[in-house]
């Protein structure tokens, strides 16, 4: 997972979120009971690994509130002002990964 596909796959959930509203707006199907996030990687490429350090300098003029991508390690993300949980499930080389439901 890099900062790119985070940030992106964030806004893909959001998207997600919105349109199972949507249809189940039009459909008349009851509230849901619950919604879970998964997200399935290989790597973890974000920036608390890299072996670079100047790609963790902050922007001048620009103060951060907290660490960046600090999401990804928490249980829940807030997305459309919920928390929402999120599970991720790494992949082994060969393409496979496990969770439980």
């Known amino acids: ?11 893909q959930f959001e998207g997600g979120i919105l349109h199972a509203h ?9 509230c849901f009971s ?6 399935v990687y290989r790597e973890d490429k974000l920036l608390r690994h890299t072996a670079d350090p100047s790609l963790l300098r902050q ?8 660490q960046p ?17 999120h599970h991720r499930i790494q992949l082994n080389a060969s393409g496979q990964g496990e969770h439980t439901l």
């Open 34 to 39: 619950k919604i879970c996030l998964y997200t």
């Open 22 to 30: 949507m249809l189940r707006g039009l459909l008349d199907i009851p």
């Open 69 to 85: 991508y600090k999401d990804w390690e928490e249980p829940f993300i807030p997305i459309l002002n919920e928390n929402v949980p």
């Open 59 to 66: 922007p001048v003029g620009k103060r951060l509130t907290s």
């Open 1 to 11: 997972m890099s900062e790119k596909s985070w940030d992106k796959a964030k806004l």
